[in-house]
């Protein structure tokens, strides 16, 4: 499997601009998370998907904030106007049976790579 | 709401022990810990389902304490290999008695360092 696929992997922009990250979950998996890292606040749950229905957007910061799961296998994260501090790493996770690094065929979220968003 | 770790970091020789604790105010259905390296996206490393399971894998074990809402992560005879920033996962029960919410929030981290 190539687990959690996002990208882009980096995005800059400039203040004002529209920003959109793509996630493909793992397939077989029917939750999915969006996250935002940054040092001052960790890992913050942004909004999540069961069976590619919204179930909790309560992290979601502003309006300017927006997440669909049209199918699936995909998933976008959009933000409109964005911020200088929207800066952040943001993280797509599934959650399903995998690999984990240690345990094999866990019931957890797989994080994928992440996309590094600098917004100038 | 967020789960508690302490301590917030942790320098070690190789070879030398560590605990990571995670503690949380509301009753908890699972705990899962994560390990992330400088870059990188949390890996998982295991998941504790029921109070009083402790579980492990040749140096790296953990336990959780359903009643005190807890859980502890034990790092073993460390190695160069185990630096990054730990994070608990707490996974909370939908009622007193009843099943998973499914959506994890994870602890402030606690970053270890390993020195030769």
């Known amino acids: 499997d190539a687990g959690v696929i996002q990208s882009p992997r980096h995005e800059v922009t400039e203040m004002g601009q529209e920003v959109t990250l793509r996630c493909k979950p793992i397939s077989g998996h029917n939750s999915l998370f969006w996250y935002r890292q940054t040092m001052m606040r960790g890992l913050e749950l942004l909004i999540y998907f069961n069976n590619n229905v919204p179930i909790d957007d309560s992290g979601m910061p502003e309006d300017r904030f927006s997440a669909k799961m049209p199918n699936a296998s995909f998933s976008t994260l959009k933000i409109q106007p964005s911020e200088p501090r929207d800066s952040a790493v943001y993280f797509c996770a599934s959650r399903g049976r995998g690999q984990g690094a240690i345990f094999p065929i866990s019931d957890t979220q797989y994080f994928g790579p992440g996309t590094r968003l600098t917004v100038l | ?116």
């Not at chain 2, 503690?23 to 490393?45: D, N």
Request: with cysteine; net charge positive.
């Open chain 2, 1 to 116: 709401q967020q789960p508690v770790q302490s301590p917030q970091a942790v320098i070690l020789r190789e070879g030398e022990d560590a605990v990571i604790n995670c503690s949380s105010s509301k009753a908890l259905y699972s705990v899962h810990w994560y390990r992330q390296k400088h870059g990188e996206a949390p890996v998982f490393l295991m998941i504790l389902l029921k109070g009083g399971e402790q579980k492990g894998h040749e140096k790296i074990s953990a336990s959780f304490n359903e009643k005190k809402q807890q859980s502890s992560l034990y790092l073993t005879a460390s190695q160069l290999s185990y630096s990054g920033t730990y994070f608990c996962g707490t996974e909370r029960r939908k009622t007193k008695y009843g099943g998973a919410t499914n959506k994890l929030i994870f602890g402030t981290g606690t970053l270890l360092a390993v020195q030769p």
